[in-house]
């Protein structure tokens, strides 16, 4: 019984541990997914409010009529620098790496619209029934600075199938797929995909964190494609060492006015939504209950002990009546509650692996949603050439699925050895201390 | 306050051995209180033991006769009185050279035997050279020279659980004996066993007495066992009676 009370608090404190170190990795895929693997800072450039204007899928003939249009824009809300800013960055001191990149979304829109005065803002509903009826899809394109740094929304070490861009590829019509966008599409290496209305050959396939981008481009094409011209939406930064990240935000907000410059740790204040609830109460609340539930444990533990020792009274007194010291009866026990410790312990920890696979296995997605100020996240989605103001209300925020996982870190099956044996000292000075205050007489006890 | 004692069974010569005294009790009082009343196990007691005596101690159930040979045995402290034993006053003394006293002058029997269940036969007897730090190989030769001596010496292995009562007795006694103690107290050490197992244990008991000269202090109600003491000492509403040899003390009883 005093073994399993420390079984228990012990695979409590590891099941918190997996679930929080779970929720932490998360958060990781989450903000890699946003911010590119290896990434310290992002630059980004918003739409000054009142400038954006109504955007369109360009001049549609009046009157009722079938349309077919493919555009690639940034995301909404998201404006452009230009490509000399990524030089600007990379000079500057404390930066290692800086790369350009362009976040964009090829949106198609088809079928048949009602005649409306151009520049007049169309109903955002969509039609349906047997009246005008057109249908839209997009996904997602980042136009990629081919670079062997890993630094920005995709790097070499990601290639599942097929190869990274080459150098002489910054203008070709390539391209690489995430691996859950070519399974959707039924893509392989040597498929096309249309990005733009133009044709693009797929020479790989990249494990990308969920909610990350559909279809990787080489950034001259994306430019191209995009009639973005020598622009890009998104400089991705990394700095010379974590120390000097905030420094170096600071003075890249100075080289570059009117962008938005942000950490890695602005980023993970910003996420909200299920994950964010989960990784706060894993942190706090799930930190407290552990707590809590290790400090019942060794009560428990340590009431058990005490019991044990009681109903153990006429051997200890015998101990005693035959000369053993108070001393060596105490060591006696404190010993026997390390061993229990010991034994609880195992059994804890297997516990807490047992949890942790359990929780893998079946928890739930989690969803990670972001403010509007991350905007290289802020895909367009649905929106995109619908006017301004729409478009801009959905670049407020994006969501993104993560699968919880609970993986044991290594160092916490250490501090559970640790925990197991202050738990087994714990319950050894609690039956220490009462056979201690046994007298040898209890020895003479007769059992009837 | 009245001693009685009887010299009935002169077993061997008294003369040489009784020279000194082992113990000298001086109005011995032992209360415990017990919601709120007082109990007086033991209300002025004055007894002497011989060295070498073998006395046993009768009485009704409840009139103190166990509350005694736990003083006598360092096992508790009296509430009042002076316990001599060969000069020391044990009402003087601290735990911790009680705790001595316990683990070289002094063996203990029990009724129950009160043998630590989870360890073998060999094991148990080792438990009482623990407190003299005796290095491991020798303590287990100690303790089966003991088991030998009495008539265990195939059964070292075995747990309390596997031996019979008369054998998990001879076990405890061996317990006691290994470390060679002045005294030997037993309190009812023939209480749960049956009649053959009881004449073997006193036997055993009586044996040991002889052999190598112990003082024997039995608490016993079974009046065949405290016939074969040298002295009888009747303890009844916490004092003790009877001066009597041990036809007039058993009749009183």
């Known amino acids: 019984m005093v073994a399993l009370g420390i079984a228990i608090g012990i695979g409590l404190v590891l099941t918190v541990s997996a679930t929080a170190s779970g929720v932490k990795t998360a958060q990781g895929d989450v903000l890699h997914a946003l911010y590119g693997i290896g990434t310290d800072i992002t630059v980004t450039k918003t739409v000054t409010p009142g400038t954006g204007g109504p955007q369109q899928f360009g001049g549609f003939p009046s009157g009722s009529t079938q349309i077919s249009r493919e555009t690639l824009r940034p995301a909404p809300g998201q404006s452009t620098m230009p490509s000399s800013d990524v030089s600007k960055v990379a000079s500057l001191p404390g930066t290692a790496v800086a790369t350009g990149g362009l976040v964009l979304t090829d949106t198609s829109l088809s079928g048949t619209i009602p005649s409306f005065t151009p520049g007049t803002r169309p109903s955002t509903t969509v039609p349906s029934g047997s009246g005008p009826s057109f249908s839209i899809s997009s996904f997602s394109v980042d136009g990629v600075q081919i670079s062997t740094s890993g630094v920005g929304p995709l790097g070499p070490a990601q290639m599942t199938v097929g190869r990274y861009f080459t150098s002489a590829e910054n203008t070709t019509h390539v391209a690489i797929v995430s691996s859950s966008y070519a399974t959707q599409n039924s893509l392989k290496v040597g498929s096309t995909v249309t990005v733009a209305g133009t044709a693009l050959s797929v020479i790989g396939i990249a494990q990308v964190a969920s909610g990350a981008a559909d279809v990787y481009i080489p950034l ?3 430019q191209n494609l995009s009639g973005l011209g020598d622009n890009v939406t998104t400089i991705f930064v990394s700095a010379t060492s974590a120390t000097k990240v905030s420094a170096l935000a600071s003075e890249i907000q100075k080289a570059l006015p009117g962008t938005t410059v942000s950490t890695s740790a602005d980023l993970a204040q910003e996420v909200t939504g299920s994950l964010s609830s989960v990784s706060k109460l894993a942190t706090s609340f799930g930190t407290w209950l552990a707590v809590a539930a290790l400090v019942v444990a060794f009560l428990i533990a340590g009431l058990l002990m005490m019991a044990a020792v009681s109903r153990r009274v006429q051997e200890f007194g015998t101990l005693k009546a035959i000369g053993w010291r108070t001393r060596r009866v105490v060591e006696q026990v404190m010993a026997e509650g390390l061993a229990l410790g010991i034994v609880g312990g195992v059994i804890g920890i297997l516990l807490g692996i047992a949890a942790s696979a359990i929780i893998s296995a079946i928890a739930p997605s989690l969803s990670a949603t972001f403010g509007p100020s991350y905007a290289t996240g802020g895909r367009a989605g649905f929106g995109g050439g619908f006017g301004g103001g729409f478009g801009r209300a959905l670049a407020g925020s994006r969501t993104v699925l993560v699968h919880l996982t609970a993986p044991l870190p290594g160092g916490m099956v250490g501090i559970a050895v640790a925990l197991a044996i202050a738990g087994g000292l714990v319950a050894g000075a609690f039956g220490s201390w009462r056979a201690a205050r046994l007298r040898p007489a209890a020895a003479l006890r007769r059992v009837e | 306050m009245t001693i009685e004692a009887s010299t009935a069974k ?28 007082t109990i007086r196990a033991l209300d002025g007691v004055d007894l002497t033991i011989a060295r070498g005596e073998f006395l046993a101690i009768q009485g009704p159930t409840g009139q103190g ?15 009042a009185g002076r316990i001599l034993f060969e000069g020391r006053d044990l009402a003087t003394l601290h735990e911790v050279e009680l705790a001595e006293l316990r683990a070289t002058a002094f063996g203990f029997a029990f009724q129950t035997f009160n043998l630590i269940p989870t360890l073998t036969a060999q094991e148990n007897v080792e438990a009482a050279l623990v407190p003299f730090h005796t290095p491991s190989d020798q303590g287990r030769q100690r303790a089966k020279e003991a088991l030998d001596t009495l008539g265990l010496g195939d059964r070292i292995t075995h747990f309390p659980s596997e031996l019979s009562g008369g054998e998990q007795q001879r076990v405890a006694i061996a317990r006691a004996l290994v470390k060679g103690p002045k005294v030997l107290l037993a309190d009812e050490p023939t209480g749960n066993l049956d009649e053959q197992m009881r004449d073997e244990i006193v036997g055993v008991l009586e044996g040991l007495w002889r052999d190598r000269g112990l003082t024997l202090v039995v608490v016993t109600h079974d ?10 000492a009747v303890i009844a509403g916490g004092r003790v009676r009877s001066p009597e040899g041990h036809d007039t003390a058993l009749k009183r009883l």
């Open chain 1, 220 to 222: 001259g094409t994306a």
């Open chain 2, 10 to 37: 002169p077993a061997r010569d008294m003369r040489d051995r009784a020279r000194v005294n082992a113990y000298e009790l001086t109005d011995v009082r032992r209360y415990f209180t017990k919601n709120r009343q």
């Open chain 2, 65 to 79: 006769k166990s509350t005694l040979l736990s003083i006598l045995g360092g096992l508790d402290h009296p509430t």
């Open chain 2, 223 to 232: 009046s065949t066992v405290a016939r074969r003491a040298q002295r009888i």
